[in-house]
């Protein structure tokens, strides 16, 4: 691959494109993807009281108690729920006290998009030596899941099932990271200086992830396409909600970017695509960004 589109000094800015032939041949995707490939590559933290809780809460006898037990068993992913719950986006007045209170104020949905939320922070968006892109990753996330499901009420898409599309949308950049992390005896690499790279491997890479979780079949594969807004020439709801959402957050300021750096670029063709296909006026767009200007800041707690 060529040093010369790697580090374009317009990338990430603007709608240009991006060689992904020439990628192909980048040391870094072949390194990444022979690691990912291994049979004793171990994804980070399959979140599996995350997974567990999400099951339970699925079904129509679920029992609240039950859920807080189950958070409960994990001391670190516990304190995160309620630290998250007791944040300006879910507390009201009197922000709950205990994990039980949070766990009942919160309801079912609010729990679920909780839990993951929690589950994310406390053992996946973490990796020494890459805390700035994981940083903006886990803003770019949190703000992609609150941005998903505000679109998706304008659609056909649930809303939790958008929330946490927009959560873990962007996975494999932190199943990058986590493994360049922990290569041995080797330097950090500049994600600035990659970004191209990184940018070409990350659905690819969430797609493995979303598999290694066991995820539901159907957010694994908007996890693995959703750079684009069909799977097989298919206008897909739930991929054309994210890009919408991506192209908000963007505008907003709550893109992943390190250091001016935008380490992911979505074409404002893709974007163009996903807003026909859901029917979205720019009246209804306007509203979206004005809504979510307001209400990102506080999800974020930076408001
Ligand atoms: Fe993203
Ligand atoms: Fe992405």
Redesign the pocket.
């Known amino acids: 691959m060529s040093l010369v589109s790697r580090t374009h000094p317009g990338y990430g800015r603007g709608d240009h494109t991006i060689d992904v032939e020439l990628l192909d041949d980048s040391e870094l995707i072949a390194e990444l993807r022979g690691l990912f490939a291994r049979d004793d590559y171990r994804p980070p933290m399959p979140p599996t009281v995350a997974l567990e809780v999400h099951a339970l809460s699925k079904r129509a006898d679920a029992d609240i108690d039950a859920i807080v037990g189950l958070v409960e068993r994990d001391a670190m992913l516990a304190a995160e729920v309620l630290r998250i719950a007791q944040s300006p986006a879910y507390a009201a007045r009197m922000p709950p006290r205990t994990l039980g209170e949070a766990v009942m104020r919160l309801g079912l949905g609010n729990l679920m998009q909780v839990v993951w939320q929690a589950a994310l922070n406390a053992k996946v968006f973490k990796a020494k030596a890459y805390e700035a892109p994981m940083g903006s990753l886990r803003r770019h996330s949190v703000a992609m899941a609150h941005a998903s499901r505000a679109v998706a009420a304008h659609t056909s898409v649930a809303e939790d099932q958008a929330f946490l599309f927009g959560l873990l949308?962007?996975i494999g950049f932190a199943a990058c990271f986590i493994a360049l992390a922990e290569r041995r005896q080797r330097e950090p690499i500049d994600v600035r200086q990659e970004a191209a790279a990184l940018d070409a491997l990350?659905?690819e890479a969430g797609e493995t992830l979303a598999q290694l979780w066991n995820l539901p079949k159907e957010l694994e594969l908007c996890v693995g396409h959703?750079?684009v807004a069909e799977i097989q020439g298919y206008a897909h709801p739930l991929l054309a909600t994210g890009l919408v959402a991506q192209h908000l957050v963007e505008e907003l300021g709550f893109g992943l970017i390190v250091d001016d750096v935008a380490l992911?670029h979505t074409s404002g063709a893709a974007y163009a695509r996903a807003k026909d296909s859901l029917a979205l006026a720019d009246g209804v767009i306007a509203g979206l960004r004005s809504d979510l200007e307001m209400r990102l800041p506080k999800a974020l707690g930076e408001g």
């Open positions: 949308h962007d990350h659905a959703h750079t992911e």
